[in-house]
């Protein structure tokens, strides 16, 4: 098997967005983080997922 060559300037080229990507991923995780938490618990305590899955 051979090596493909890494196209360096590429990587380099992809490296702004991914980290703008990755800090706006925190901030919306961060604005978020409350309403993420009860979701997770109601998810814990019912074993469901929201009201799109209730069928009782």
């Known amino acids: 098997m051979q090596n493909q060559p ?7 080229e992809q490296l702004p967005t991914k980290i703008l990507e990755e800090l ?4 919306w ?3 978020n983080a409350e309403a993420l938490s009860a979701h997770g618990v ?3 305590s019912t074993g469901l997922a929201g009201t799109e899955f209730d069928r009782i």
Do not use: C, Q
């Not at 706006?24 to 901030?27: F, L, V």
């Open 29 to 31: 995780a961060d604005r």
């Open 24 to 27: 706006d991923n925190r901030a």
């Open 6 to 12: 890494v196209n360096l300037t590429a990587h380099v």
């Open 42 to 44: 109601n998810i814990a």
